[in-house]
């Protein structure tokens, strides 16, 4: 995987859209993994989220970037404290920290299905269908 076009388009898509953070869940032996994976970072209030989010893997089906995997599909969330345990595996930590929405995308290189890239905010956003469309292609280069 060419890690320097996947950091590349991941600051390019959260510098553009105001995300103050991004994740990447990388495939890595049927699951998908965060820990020492590309992020970015644009409001330092969220480093604890995206530290403990490295904690967290998911199985394909399971929490949000398990059904983008499944669905191959974006998920977007207006808010994720609406939602239950089952629905938001980092539920308690979302609360405690603030994190409203998130939207979930599938990364691609070459055709091939690499991850998961996830993107949050603090604030509560409506989904933006025309924003997600060009997400969507910038992660499917």
């Known amino acids: 995987m060419d890690s320097s076009k996947l950091k590349s388009t991941m600051e390019s898509i959260c510098s553009q859209y105001g995300w ?3 994740n990447f869940y990388m495939l890595a032996d049927d699951k998908l993994d965060c820990a020492g994976q590309e992020f970015c970072l644009k409001n330092p209030d969220l480093g604890t989220y995206q530290t403990e989010s490295q904690k967290y893997t998911f199985q394909k089906g399971v929490g949000l970037p398990g059904r983008v995997w499944q669905n191959l599909n974006y998920e977007w969330v207006d808010n994720v404290q609406n939602l239950d345990g ?40 409506q989904c933006d269908s025309s924003m997600v469309q060009d997400i969507m292609k910038k992660c499917d280069e």
């Open 86 to 125: 089952s629905k938001y595996a980092r539920l308690e930590l979302a609360k405690e920290l603030v994190v409203k929405t998130s939207l979930g995308v599938p990364y691609k290189q070459n055709g091939i299905f690499m991850g998961v890239m996830e993107f949050f905010d603090i604030e509560e956003r």
């Open 20 to 22: 103050p953070l991004g």
